[in-house]
């Protein structure tokens, strides 16, 4: 006799065969849903369509709009693209980073357009003939022996730094691999993709965006940001640390001391050069606009960058733009009645600008500070310019073209600061930039605010939601892109931040993100912060910085 299984699905109650798929189970709800099923959650964890149901609980299935479902359906994506490209042009391909929604992707061979037009309609020929991708755990020797074999020295490397016996690879036709993340259950679902020709050695591979409703945006290439990216991955590749593997190799050679000095200078000298430039300009630009996503290192930045400008001769005078916050009875709020502090209408616009204006004017400003206690500008500052000061400006909203528009353009240089990370886990998984300033404001955020992880993890798609609004669409009319990653800080994060995600109750809403985050910190060694300069931009997040 078969035994049921008592479970709830979608709120529904309902019983069913003992060892039925997750998968066999979604086709009753498929029709809820506007694209195909990608996961099912259990209780708290996810759990892949190929898995059997073993025990009662909640059941919830999701598609590619949801978080998880989304990150599931990319590394399918690129696990098909993988495959494709392979057995279309007998090449491999590396993921390198994300740019304007999309993953870029380099070929080991010159492609062309044609070959791009190829490539697509073999990767729906491979969707239409819906191949299974396995999941199979196999002993890590013999995962090992595999990637030796067809030449994937980055996985060899980082199998090595695995302690596990076993490891879970993934199988799509002939062909094994390594991802962290769980996957579809086939090729069948990852028919919404779209691929742009780059360049002889490059595509990017555009997919569906859970900020535009599950549809793929138009791609737009970003020049600035395509060349900082790559300046920094071939300094890494220079460096031979392009990878969480080779970054190990420096960490247990005990050469990790002289990488750390290496990237702070070349750090330091990046901007001691946007100094230089601003400094060139002295007497046409007035006002320094500097702005990025969370964690950037903004406060770090703006100290520093001030620093070398009065080591020519100018006087820089800061302004947070959150000290121009309305008050709170006129901040905008949310359908659910928060307040959202990260919209343009938050910030008095008219008086920033008039203000701004009338320092360059030559005038004396009485300048606010806003008391967060309260919910008011308290205006107790007094503030005017001479010939030698710069004003040095610092908020989110820094690029918008909206503020600051009566100032003629050329009186203004615009800074867009991100930690564009240049390491990657190994050819095909890539460490994300958000995946880096979450970590970062999480050991911020517990170290000088008290916060847990929870209440991080909890606010983190707002702060998202906020960037993808107000700071990502003005990023090309910066006049400089300023990459504040550093190419050890993840074996110096793992150190603080580890033991924080611990903390997190499995029976927690995020938990799966505490989980996904300690097994991606696995596979780095720590790496201590006593070689880190006081004024290193790290010090910001991890504490010891001489910018107070």
Known sequence: MIENIKIKVMGEEREVSKNTTFFELSKMYQNKFSFPIIVAKQDNNYKELSLKITNSGDITFYDFNDRE??????????????????????????????????????????????????????????????LPIDRINVDRLDAIKYFESVGDDSKVGLMKYNTNTYVTLYKLGKMYNFFFSQMPISTKVLDNFDIKYINENGFVLLYPNVY????????????KMFDVFKEYHDWAKLMHIDNAYSLNEAVSSGNIGNIIRMDETLQSNRLLNVAKNIYEKKDTIKIVLIAGPSSSGK??????????????????????????????????????????????????????????????????????IFNFLIGQKEFRKKMQLSSNDILIIEGIHGLNPNILSTIPREQKYKIYLSPLTGLDLDNHNRISTTDNRLLRRIVRDNKTRGHSVMTTIESWPKVR????????????????????????ELGVLKTYVEPLLYSVDSNSPYYNEAKRL???????????????????????????????
Not at 212 to 223: A, D, F, R, S
Not at 465 to 488: R, T, V, W
């Open 69 to 130: 479902g989304n990150r599931i359906y990319l590394n399918g994506l690129v696990y098909l693209t993988i495959y494709a490209f392979n057995d279309l042009f007998g090449g491999k391909i590396r993921v390198k980073y994300s740019i304007d929604k999309g993953l870029y992707i380099e070929t080991d061979i010159k492609i062309d357009e044609n070959k791009i037009e190829h490539l697509k309609k073999h990767m729906h020929v491979l969707i239409d003939m819906d």
């Open 212 to 223: 535009l409703n599950g549809t793929i945006k138009e791609y737009v290439h970003h020049e």
């Open 299 to 368: 406060t770090t930045l703006c100290n520093k960058l001030g620093m070398y400008l009065k080591s020519f001769g100018l006087n820089p005078r800061t302004i947070s733009m959150d000290d121009y916050f309305k008050e709170r009875t006129e901040s905008p709020k949310e359908d659910d009645g928060t307040y959202n502090f990260e919209r343009l209408d938050a910030i008095d616009i008219s008086l920033f600008d008039k203000q701004m204006k009338d320092l360059l004017d030559g005038k004396e400003v009485i300048m606010p």
């Open 465 to 488: 939601k906020g960037e993808e609004e107000n700071i990502f669409p003005y990023q090309d009319d910066a006049d400089c892109i300023f990459n504040s990653a550093l190419i050890y």
């Open 518 to 548: 300690i097994n991606m910190l696995k596979i780095f060694l720590p790496i201590p912060s006593e070689d880190i300069p006081q004024d290193s931009l790290l010090r910001e997040f991890i504490g010891g910085s001489c910018f107070k």
